[in-house]
């Protein structure tokens, strides 16, 4: 049942998540969906699905940080290898199962966003994501140099998870494991949005003056939100080097940090949803350009040449093709969508 | 470890930070006027070291015509990023505009090493004469002392510009504040236009002595990254705050990595030493040595 305009008659339904029943249906359907999907598809498919997951869980962490609190963070490749680390550390070298790898992950790589959060207190946009920018390359530097623990630059092998005896070693067991966790993080990110602290991130991104005069600790929630996307970022990160089942220094390099920005910021910043689109998009992009460029391989061997050369130069044209042209997002984009449709062919 | 390497240590720092100061300089001119923070700073630099060497090099131009070219390459290049680019972004969030000079970097970076390759390029013929000079009883190569001469002379006349010409004093007043600038007559959207040229030109030339050199190659890029702890320690308003910044975080990553190798046996602290320094100046001071701190009043 759809109404012409918002019809609601308490708080408790404004801020629910799904708010009509048409809704609750879509998104059951759309959950079969996920879990159909891998039968339908192939080997290299499935693989790009389950990256698609768990940059869904990077990229709603930094939407938290960036997007709701406003915070800019351009150390998100690093702290997903923080996480992969300790959760490779923790299965290959001290044995423990990915149980504990996992969780331990999120925590470490939490406390260690805290930390580079300090400066939070005292800094804003700019000088914040200067900030940021240092750590990456501090975290970086470790990542080679503390051969003890990271490998160097050997990397460090790392098994797939078990449960109860049974390895998840195909690609479509991970996938499913990788399902269950990715949609818990995501619907605690969207309810933790609905909460007195969700809201506090956004009053501390909107107006951080106003916030703090209506009593809202900026220190405590600047840092609480460094904290809860740098545990996405660590989850995320173990994720990614589990299935990966190798982890080296190259693969969180400040590139991974832009490209998770990009996320946010072609999905939508400040939306859950947003985050999602954004993930599946550029996880998508890099396949889809390959693919074109075979296809012209045959007839048009030297564009093909000129595309490879280009591919990077192709993702931050779209970068700032999306910043100039669709500055809200995605997410923004599909409500317009969805307006107007809503009330075709009387959209008013 | 001896005096002597010590002082070879400082001195090679202040070789390279020079350079940093010349990025640091372009980076500033663009903060200072219009607010705008250049991630694309290391590109512009190696655009215009790569352009030099092709009408040097692969075009067999000599090289004080080919200076003269690269600088009208490197304004029309800055004219095109600043009104395709720049100007549809004003008044949009602050991580609108990183993320966008971001995309442009990517996109110069590939252009880059789409047309050039990867490789390393070699200046054939050098500019600057490759004699040695002693100072203080240390061999200098006399191409570095040139580097650094040409730096602070750029670095001079900037200085000079901002305090005296007309121009200059327009760009701080628009710096200051757009609205009243513009009452005042001034265009403030030439004022974006001449700062992106200003800092486009001080980049590439900087690219070019780097290239000297170091030779070129695609990771040239990496000097505008040390733009930041420079600009941060000096300020990032301030273009003496630059110039000092970057001359200090030349020294003092070069100081780091000698001491880390002699005590600790810990190889390449120089990539990282400028981003601890940074952060250790951001906790300190973190509008720098020179810049204006901003007073947020309710």
């Known amino acids: ?348 | 470890m001896t005096m002597q390497y010590l002082l070879q240590l400082v001195i090679s720092g202040l070789v390279i930070g020079s350079i940093y100061s010349a990025v640091a300089l372009g980076f500033t001119i663009i903060y200072k006027s219009t607010r705008v923070v250049n991630f694309a700073q290391g590109e512009l630099l190696m655009v215009g070291a790569y352009v030099c060497f092709a009408f040097v090099v692969q075009m067999g131009v000599p090289f004080w015509a080919a200076l003269l070219l690269t600088v009208l390459f490197g304004m029309v290049l800055a004219l095109f990023v600043e009104r395709l680019i720049l100007r549809p972004m004003i008044g949009e969030p602050i991580i609108s505009i990183i993320m966008v000079t971001i995309g442009l970097a990517l996109v110069f970076r590939s252009i880059v090493s789409a047309v050039w390759g990867t490789e390393i390029l070699v200046y054939e013929p050098k500019l600057f004469p490759q004699e040695m000079l002693t100072i203080a009883g240390l061999p200098v190569s006399l191409e570095f002392v040139w580097c650094f001469v040409l730096s602070l002379f750029l670095l001079a006349v900037f200085s000079v510009f901002f305090k005296y010409s007309k121009a200059g004093v327009a760009m701080r007043a628009t710096a200051f504040s757009q609205q009243v600038a513009q009452s005042m007559g001034i265009s403030v959207k030439q004022i974006f236009a001449l700062s992106w040229i200003i800092s486009a030109v001080v980049s590439g030339i900087g690219g070019v002595l780097i290239g000297n050199i170091n030779g070129i190659n695609s990771s040239l890029y990496h000097f505008g990254l040390k733009v930041f702890p420079a600009t941060i320690l000096g300020g990032l308003d301030s273009i003496l705050g630059a110039a000092l910044g970057g001359l200090i975080v030349g020294v003092l990553e070069n100081l780091s990595d000698g001491f880390c190798k002699a005590y600790f046996d810990l190889s390449g602290v120089k990539e990282v030493a400028p981003y601890v320094f940074l952060v250790i100046i951001l906790m300190i001071k973190p509008y720098g040595l020179f810049g204006t701190k901003e007073i947020e009043r309710v």
Request: charged content about 10%; hydrophobic content about 55%; overall charge positive.
């Open chain 1, 1 to 348: 049942m759809h109404y012409c305009g918002d019809y609601r008659t308490s708080y408790v339904k404004d801020v629910e998540i799904f708010q009509t029943p048409f809704v609750r249906v879509c998104m059951a359907l759309f959950l079969v969906f996920l879990l159909v999907l891998p039968f339908l598809l192939k080997g290299e498919y499935q693989w790009i699905l389950l990256q698609i997951l768990i940059a869904s869980i990077g990229a709603v962490g930094i939407n938290i940080l960036t997007g709701f609190t406003g915070q800019i963070s351009l150390g998100q490749g690093a702290f997903l290898g923080v996480g992969a680390y300790t959760s490779a550390y923790i299965t290959a070298k001290m044995g423990l199962s990915f149980w504990v790898g996992v969780p331990a992950a999120g925590i470490v790589t939490a406390l260690c966003g805290m930390v580079f959060g300090i400066p939070s207190l005292r800094l804003k946009g700019l000088y914040l994501a200067i900030a940021t920018l240092a750590s990456q390359f501090i975290l970086e530097w470790i990542f080679v140099r503390w051969e003890p623990v990271t490998g160097g630059s050997y990397g460090i092998t790392i098994p797939r998870p078990t449960l109860a005896g049974f390895t998840f070693a195909s690609d479509r067991s991970y996938y499913f494991l990788v399902l269950v966790i990715a949609v818990a993080m995501i619907l605690f990110a969207s309810n933790l949005m609905r909460t007195k602290t969700g809201r506090a991130f956004m009053a501390v991104r909107d107006h951080y003056i106003s916030a703090e005069i209506m009593g809202i600790s900026l220190y405590k929630y600047r840092l609480l939100s460094f904290g809860i996307s740098s545990f996405y970022a660590g989850v995320a990160g173990a994720l990614y080097g589990h299935s990966l089942k190798f982890v080296t220094s190259e693969q969180f390099n400040i590139e991974v940090s832009v490209v998770y920005l990009a996320m946010i910021i072609i999905g939508g910043l400040g939306s859950v949803l947003g985050s999602i689109y954004g993930a599946i998009f550029m996880i998508l992009l890099p396949k889809v350009l390959s693919a074109l460029t075979e296809v012209v391989q045959a007839d048009l061997p030297s564009i093909a040449r000129l595309a490879i050369a280009f591919e990077h130069g192709i993702f931050g044209l779209i970068i700032v093709l999306f910043l100039i042209f669709e500055p809200d997002g995605l997410a923004h984009r599909w409500k317009m969508v969805k307006a107007y449709w809503k009330l075709y062919p009387f959209s008013y």
